[in-house]
């Protein structure tokens, strides 16, 4: 295969090279060239040829195999818009061999709801509804499950860069567990069972919008044997994404194990309705969630009602400070660009908590984290701006590299962001 060379030694491939490569039509490669997935890293300015490096071509792979999985050319583009650099090509294909693993977890229940179907028919002869409900269900899966591989990736983006840049070394995910104070309220409720009846129950926890379950995998080894976790989200790939990493995070170990298997369960639900009986709940937690919802009222009237007397909510937030230098960097670049749809911290956040919470619980305390990041690197923070839920994606992507330099030029001697996250204990 002949290949083409410019001044800086650099390999470039024509269309037909690439997509004879890729064992796909030229037609396709210009299709995603239409769509800005897969643009040309050098155009000829007196013939128009367009020219690719084996960087594009390990992009095209990606978009490729994004296809195949059944997303969108939008959601694509969302997915491969950082991955220019090969710093990015691994954690993407470690996101993608996930979102295999969860569709063929997926397809097999598909499977076996038909053949049970199947099976259900050919005893009784007659269609068992309940059975076709269920295959519907499955199969109406798929659209929540790339939403859910997209938020996965997302998050990870965002905890990555607190977590391997925070000045505090102890972590905000262990900090705040401390802070819960688990063996405290355990011993207790011992005390109190024994003045009454002698009978000492598991403390029953319910973190509600749990995410990706990171506040318990970083903790599994300080779990105290008397709780019971439940753990649930509105979503169900969440769900299936926390317990799958809790499960991988117990490895061998059997003490591990055994506190995944006997102290977990994992529900999905909106947590304006919570399914759980009147006081029949020990420790609510709402960690970064509270303010997700245009009103929190509904969701506190709730937890007041599934608290224990004696019980309390955990609900961690942030304040207006709050990782601000990020806002300002891109604001700089284009003030277009606004990294949030609302400012969530005006909804429930460290100035305005207290006083919403007063209405419905007493004794509230505060307490904040002390720390902040200092970035010296470009990539991490690109990913999480990328990760953010504002209109970023529509600005950046078509100068994403000229973005890149921007980031590139902040953080080369050091980027330091600003952090005021805390939490609110309020006890009923």
């Known amino acids: 295969m002949k290949t083409y060379h410019s001044d800086d030694k650099k390999e470039y491939f024509t269309t037909g090279q690439l997509a004879k490569m890729a064992k796909v039509s030229v037609r396709t490669i210009r299709f995603y060239d ?3 997935l897969l643009k040309p890293s050098f155009v000829d300015e007196d013939t128009g040829a367009r020219f690719y490096t ?25 997915l491969t818009i950082t991955k220019n650099d090969k710093d990015f090509v691994i ?3 470690h996101l993608q061999h ?3 693993e969860d569709k063929m977890e997926q397809m097999q229940l598909v499977k076996e709801a038909i053949e049970s179907t199947l099976k259900a028919y050919e005893k009784e002869k007659n269609i068992d509804w309940d059975k076709m409900l269920k295959i519907t269900e499955l199969t109406g899966m798929e659209n929540s499950l790339n939403t859910q591989y997209k938020n996965s990736g997302n ?4 905890i990555d860069l607190h977590k391997n840049y925070s000045i505090n ?8 567990f401390d802070e819960i104070g688990f063996n405290t309220y355990i011993e207790s409720h011992k005390a109190d069972a024994k003045k009454k009846s002698g009978k000492h129950n598991k403390i029953t926890v319910l973190e509600i919008g749990c995410g990706n379950g990171a506040l318990w995998r970083e903790n599994l080894k300080k779990i105290p ?24 995070a117990a490895g061998k170990s059997a003490k591990l194990n055994d506190i995944f298997e006997n102290n977990f369960e994992f529900m999905e639900f909106d947590s304006n309705t919570i399914p759980f009986e009147d006081e029949s709940v020990d ?11 245009d009103k929190p009222d509904k969701v506190l009237s709730e937890v007041k009602r599934v608290l224990k007397k004696g019980g309390f909510l955990f609900a961690s937030t942030y304040g207006s400070r709050h990782m601000k230098e990020i806002t300002d960097l891109v604001k700089e670049f284009d003030d277009r660009i606004a990294l949030a749809a609302k400012d969530l911290y005006l909804i429930f956040g460290l100035d305005n908590g207290e006083k919403i919470l007063k209405k419905y619980f007493t004794n509230i305390e505060k307490n904040l984290y002390d720390d902040y990041l200092y970035v010296d690197k470009a990539e991490p923070l690109l990913e999480y701006i990328m990760s953010c839920h504002g209109n970023q994606r529509r600005y950046i992507p078509d100068k994403y590299k000229e973005f890149k330099a921007f980031v590139e030029k902040k953080t080369r001697k050091g980027f330091k962001i600003t952090k005021e996250s805390g939490y609110f204990k309020a006890f009923k």
Do not use: C, T
């Open 91 to 93: 954690d993407s294909m």
């Open 225 to 248: 044997e008397d709780l019971h976790i439940v753990l649930s989200d509105v979503s169900l790939g969440m769900i299936n994404d926390a317990e799958n990493s809790l499960k991988k």
């Open 169 to 176: 070394k102890k972590g905000w995910f262990p900090w705040l």
């Open 155 to 158: 998050i990870s983006a965002r």
């Open 98 to 100: 996930k979102l295999i």
């Open 34 to 36: 239409s769509k800005n």
């Open 283 to 293: 420790i609510v937690i709402a960690n970064h969630m509270l303010f997700y919802f």
């Open 54 to 78: 084996r960087d594009d071509f390990l992009k095209l792979e990606q978009v490729l195999l994004y296809k195949y999985l059944g997303f969108s050319i939008e959601e694509i583009k969302e």
